[in-house]
């Protein structure tokens, strides 16, 4: 080898100097010439000549008997690659301590922070009341919880989906993984995240808001907590995966969160729209979380609304002055004025419904992941 280079013009070698070290020197440092061209010179050489005989002589006496194949890609099993990949995964979302603490600490002072407003309401007795104005304020905190929680989710996942994506672009590229099981491992380390964060949400908002009812309606509104979380945090997957860099994806996240935010029936009420913009109510995913959450939570609730004197639900209730003294008001329970609030537009028979539609928008967004990791390479590899 160094009497190769030396009879190419490279610098002689020194003695005890590291052939290893004076080869890269010889092409590679800054004192090298940069007029040499080495590759020429090696395809010109005895040396090239030799190894394309000795390929060209085993290509035609090569036995088809003696080819060796592989039935996959890869060395071991689907199945045991999706598991080590989740395994793997699910171990550095635990070691990523600063990652899930500052999401579980944010949602729990977010959760204290709005059931506060209520706080007091725990301690009412049932021949108290709550004005019009009290029982909106309480709906609109349910929807400020479920797009504030919603978009910090969003926000979070995404420069960790990012990481992820490009890691594992590079792993593919040296043939070491595939994208299915990469998907699992994406969805399945954020998922108990997910169910932990919904979970204590909910207790600490039920907690200071006094809406700790029964053990049907708490589950549901983790559930509903738990299905619009998850649709926001994979679709924050799904849009890192389909195009290539975060400002991009900002743009995305807008759409989402905007589109959520106004048709979801509190800011814009569901009697309010008209024409083509009932579209936007039936396809974004906040709307059947807050139908389901405030007709499961509210229908349980014994506190009555007054209402006010010839308001729209003292009129919706069929109150009349006459039928009234100074000493009586005219009242409804919560679940009335929830079904007033919304024009009617939301019930509590669209349970399956709710539940039904979340969970097609979590299965549109980890269709929308496995695909994109399997036809998109954002990352020069």
Known sequence: ??????????????????????????FASENSSHHTDWAELYKSSEQFSIVQKQIASIRDS??????????STFSTPMRERIR??????STIYRRSAPYNMTRIVVWILYASLL???????????????????????????????????GTTAMTMAIPVAKRMRDVFYKHRASGMMGHNAVFFGMVTSELPYLLLISFLYVVFYCATAGLFTNTANFFWFILYFFLHTSSYSYF?????????????????????????LFYAGFVVLPQNFFSFFWLGLWINASRYALEGITFTQFEAISTPVEATERSPFWFFLGC????????????????????????????????????GVLFGWILLALFGI????????????
Do not use: H
């Open 236 to 260: 924050a997957q799904c849009f890192m995966c389909l195009v290539k860099d975060e400002k991009t994806v900002g743009a995305l996240q807008g759409v989402w969160i905007g589109l959520n």
């Open 320 to 355: 009349a002055s006459d039928k009234t003294t100074e000493e009586e008001s005219c009242s409804g329970s919560m679940i009335e004025y929830t079904t007033f609030f919304f024009g009617g537009r939301f019930s509590a028979s669209n349970r399956g419904i709710d539940v």
């Open 115 to 149: 059931g506060s407003i209520f706080i007091s309401s725990g301690l009412r007795k049932e021949s108290d009341s709550w004005t019009e104005d009290q029982a909106a304020a309480l709906i609109g905190t349910v929807f400020l919880s479920l797009n504030v929680v």
């Open 84 to 89: 080590l990949t989740c395994q793997r995964m």
């Open 1 to 26: 080898m160094v009497k190769y280079f030396e009879d190419r013009g490279a610098k002689l070698i020194e003695r005890q100097e590291n052939p290893a070290a004076w080869v890269l020197r010889t």
């Open 370 to 381: 496995w695909f994109c990791l399997k036809k998109f390479n954002y990352v020069n590899t």
């Open 62 to 71: 090569s036995d088809v008997k003696n080819k060796v194949t592989f039935s």
